[in-house]
């Protein structure tokens, strides 16, 4: 009989150190790019209102999990959507169970970092920052900003101005702005929405700008034209090889040969961002070597703080 670690929302929370879980998420995509990762493509039963998909993984170093999410519709709420689910890590050598944690917290904070990689990576010069969507997901993408990047200004920018206020008010460089003037002003744009369909033009990027695009699990979150004018990253070959929901909506159709994955770019295989400049466009899926990487470091906290109720399984 195992003894499982089991840890809550707020202590999933608590163990995702931004500046650990930023390097984890890079070697899980460093690892991705080079092959090691063993990971099927993303499965999922449909309900009426929502999916509810299956993610394992195993990445050499960090672990072996697996995700169980539920993405559905906010009811009430056009545009947005919840994930919520469970992620069982497992001893790797034996195949126990070691740790069963909240995937709602890991999912927002490990997209968050891998967002942030690709800023990194491919506009490291960025001045000025737009975040589009009030959600979870952008929330999380202010707190790792305020967090690793508190200098740089940001401006929110959604649908429902309350929202937004109130989501500036957690960065120290913040402002609310409307989408338009927030994506025309921007050096990097992190799109963090539930939308079904493009959330600005094409015309309203800056011509070197930068593009992060995290959402869109139910439909298009891009501009057609985003994805033909833009140089494509994504974590894995998947993201435009396989159908939704394991890959993109918007890499559906486009040549895998254009997409570089990330992971290539952060460990220097790929020099990222042509000397000629131009847009840069970052297709986020998820991926369970994500997962992987996010709990590692939430379960070697828990273990270090005492923190979490042993159940034996």
């Known amino acids: 009989m195992s003894q499982v670690l ?38 999922a ?5 929502g999916l509810l998909g299956a993610m394992p993984a195993y990445v050499p170093g960090l672990g072996l999990a697996a995700k169980l999410v539920s ?39 490990r997209t968050a970092a891998s967002a942030t990689l690709s800023m990194r990576a491919l506009a490291p010069a960025a001045g000025r920052i737009a975040v589009i969507g ?57 799109c963090c929405t ?3 369909e493009p959330v600005f033009p094409r015309a309203w990027l800056a011509r070197d700008a930068h593009v992060s695009s995290v959402g869109g699990s139910h439909g298009h979150e891009l501009d057609p034209a985003v994805i033909a004018d833009g140089a494509l990253f994504a974590e894995w070959p998947g993201a435009a090889g396989s159908p939704p929901p394991a890959g993109a909506y918007e890499l ?9 994955l990330l992971g290539a770019v952060l460990d220097g295989r790929h020099p990222g961002r042509d000397d000629r ?18 709990a590692s470091v939430v379960v070697a906290w828990a273990r270090a703080q005492g923190a979490g109720t042993a159940v034996a399984m």
């Open 194 to 196: 539930g939308a079904r």
């Open 252 to 260: 559906q159709g486009v040549d895998p040969q254009r997409v570089t």
């Open 45 to 49: 039963a449909h309900a009426p209102a």
């Open 6 to 43: 089991v840890l809550d929302k707020e202590q999933t929370r608590a163990g995702l150190d931004p500046a650990r879980v930023l390097d984890a998420v890079a070697a899980a995509l460093v690892a991705l790019s080079r092959g090691e990762v063993s990971a099927p493509p993303r499965i």
């Open 134 to 190: 009030t959600g979870v997901q952008a929330t999380a993408q202010v707190a790792l900003l305020a967090a690793l990047h508190p200098a740089v200004p940001v401006t929110v920018a959604g649908r429902d101005a309350d929202r937004s206020r109130a989501l500036a008010d957690t960065h120290p460089q913040a402002t609310v702005d409307s989408i338009e003037q927030a994506v025309r002003g921007a050096d990097v744009v992190f």
């Open 277 to 294: 400049g131009g847009l840069t466009v970052f297709k986020s899926t998820g991926h369970g070597a994500l997962d992987v990487a996010a």
């Open 71 to 109: 993405v559905f519709a906010t009811p009430g709420a056009p545009g947005r959507s919840s994930h919520r689910g469970l992620v069982a890590l497992f001893d790797h050598a034996d195949g126990s169970p070691l740790a069963l944690l909240d995937a709602e917290p890991i999912t927002a904070v």
